[in-house]
């Protein structure tokens, strides 16, 4: 099947760069909006180098990019930011690296799991 990203019906300044194609897409706020009871299809993602590529898509230049199975992004340095449309009701998900900050949570969060294990079984002992 061929897939191609449509022109988005609502306006929206989201863009993301994918192999040197720009591509618009809805944020998630914006999806609640459209969708409030989130009657939509995703049926993969773009944006992440990683995973397991199932399909191309066909951009609005007409260039090819890969998409990706949805959740084959799976760890803290990825997240999915939006949608970009490719048919009525069907969308890809728009998955881009996630912000140093949510970085350094996940990392302090992490380390002081990790302490409090030590301690736990320091006192066990």
Do not use: W
Request: glycine content about 6%; proline content about 3%; aromatic content about 12%.
């Amino acid at each position: 099947m061929e897939y191609k990203i449509i022109k988005l019906a609502h306006s929206s300044k989201s863009e993301i760069e994918i192999l040197n194609n720009n591509i618009k897409f809805y944020t998630k706020n914006q999806m609640r909006e459209i969708y409030p009871v989130r009657i939509f299809r995703v049926i993969g993602e773009i944006g992440n180098k990683t995973g397991y590529q199932i399909e191309v898509v066909k951009t609005l230049d007409g260039q090819l990019i890969p998409f990706y199975a949805i959740n084959s992004y799976k760890n803290f340095k990825e997240k999915v930011v939006g949608y970009t449309p490719i048919d009525k009701n069907t969308y890809l998900a728009v998955v881009k690296c996630a912000s140093p900050k949510r970085i350094a949570i996940f990392l302090i969060a992490s380390s002081l799991m990790i302490g409090g294990l030590i301690a736990i079984i320091n006192y066990l002992n």
